[in-house]
């Protein structure tokens, strides 16, 4: 097999060539067709993750095929197409996962961080955390892959700001961009807001459905039901407070943000909420995958070959796409 490996933080990634990895009990492995680069993954490179294990392949969006089983894996089968995402796995007794919160799991897997992901040729899955992407529903395994984590995590965040009609969406990167066809085909109007002055990203939502797009400084026409905030920006939040009405929300969607600066209480005041979502649950997948198809959910991505990896990751940090990167492997 072939990957493109994080060793040490802040240095580029570097391709290996391993050993075929074989899948243990309970595992499969994926020939892997594409692996989306998620902001995740910049996070992990700049040490920004404490829970990451260094040295590790990245890559927590990933589409392939089963190509062999472990012992006791029966589903999913070899040859079947699978996506797998960033919880590779939970521990399954603590608390958390005998509640419903298998995203808070006590002692958990990320894909990509603390177990080896999908910028690479093959990887070894948990098969109880592989999720169904057929080809038929899915022909593009490129276009599939950001569904599996700014889809998914992105869905979490949708489901936790209610159910108000009036939603903004703060930064519009490859979540936002999904979240969009989503929130629009459920009745819902859309605000989105992007890095002061990025004229054409604010086009680009309006294509997608957004009733208003403009800069993250300023203040939408009427006031929302709830915020969602994708982009890893703490000044944001006082922003979007101030953008909600009495009794909003307003959701943090990301793994890491920058500090959030002090803010007047008025803005809190008034029954406003401010959560975090965290990670995904299994039922998120399916229940996301399963709204997407149903809503015809069409991604935008931009196509990497996996030894480019280096080049996705720049583009994506310096806010050079419109959409999601995809490493695709040939
Ligand atoms: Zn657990
Ligand atoms: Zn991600």
């Known amino acids: 097999m072939h990957a493109m490996v994080a060793r040490s933080i802040g240095m580029p990634l570097v391709f290996e060539q391993r050993a075929d990895p074989l899948p243990g009990r309970g595992e499969v492995r994926i020939r892997v067709e594409a692996c989306g680069v998620c902001r995740t993954d910049l996070h992990l490179i700049d040490g920004e993750l404490p829970q990451a294990r260094l040295p590790v392949v990245p890559g927590h969006e990933i589409v392939g095929i089963v190509d062999m089983a472990g012992e006791g894996a029966v589903t999913p089968a070899v040859g079947e197409r699978v996506g797998v995402s960033w919880l590779g796995r939970s521990c399954g007794h603590c608390d958390y996962c005998h509640n419903g919160f298998e995203n808070l799991c006590d002692a958990p897997q990320f894909t990509g961080c603390t177990r080896d992901g999908g910028y690479a040729s093959h990887v070894i899955a948990d098969a109880a955390f592989c999720l169904p992407l057929p080809a038929t529903v899915w022909p593009d395994a490129a276009a599939a892959a950001p569904l599996l984590c700014a889809g998914i995590i992105g869905w979490r965040a949708l489901v936790a700001a209610g159910d108000g009609v009036r939603i903004g969406l703060y930064g519009f990167g490859a979540a936002a961009h999904i979240l969009i066809q989503v929130a629009c085909w459920q009745g819902r109007q859309v605000y989105a807001f992007t890095r002061p002055g990025d004229l054409a990203t604010q086009a680009f939502a309006r294509t997608l459905g957004a009733v208003w797009a403009g800069d993250s400084t300023s203040q939408p026409p009427q006031a929302l039901d709830a915020a969602i905030i994708f982009a890893a920006v703490g000044a944001l939040v006082p922003l979007a407070l101030a953008a909600v009405r009495k009794g909003g929300r307003v959701v943090c969607g ?77």
């Open 254 to 330: 990301g793994i890491h943000m920058s500090d959030i600066p002090s803010f007047p209480y008025r803005l809190l005041w008034e029954e406003r909420q401010l959560v975090s979502v965290a990670n995904l649950t299994r039922a998120d997948g399916h229940a996301f995958l399963h709204t997407a198809a149903r809503a015809g959910v069409a991604t935008r991505v931009q196509r990497y070959p996996l030894t480019e990896a280096n080049a996705a990751l720049a583009d994506l940090r310096h806010g050079r796409l419109q959409g999601a990167a995809v490493l695709r492997v040939p």
